[in-house]
């Protein structure tokens, strides 16, 4: 599957879902590795230390501090990687209804991280938006 670069089509079809479970932020310090038995669904190396993205269980599991409990939603649309204007999109909807979210683009996927209690309402005003989107783009 070739990766789609035309802003009406990734919003059209972005087919916003839900993936199981609560996940974390947790930081480490900048040196540190990934531990042992951990999963992280992304990490990020900045200088004020190592970012894991993994499930609350498993930092539970190892002990470790987390601020914010989130949703993790995947767009099934596989968007190019320089595809203008999908992130700033996608954000605006959710932030027109008071809900952050945090991006992380993947190779074939966008990942949304929103606040868990309010991660299925992210979901309807995702889908809201490719409905509007695929209408626009039949007109």
Known sequence: MSAESDL???L???RPELN?????FCTLPDTAAVPAGL????TV???EGLTLVLRQDEADA???????????????VH???DAVGLTGAFAAAPAER???????????????FVAADRAAEAVSVLEELAARSAEQGNR
């Open 12 to 14: 059209s079809g972005m």
């Open 79 to 81: 968007s190019a990687l």
């Open 8 to 10: 009406r089509k990734l």
């Open 62 to 76: 190892a002990g470790l501090a987390y601020t914010y409990t989130a949703g993790w939603i995947t767009l099934r």
């Open 98 to 112: 008071g809900l952050g979210c945090n991006v992380i683009a993947g190779y074939h996927h966008d990942h949304l």
């Open 39 to 42: 999963a992280p669904v992304a």
């Open 20 to 24: 199981e479970g609560r996940y974390v």
């Open 45 to 47: 190396r900045e200088a």
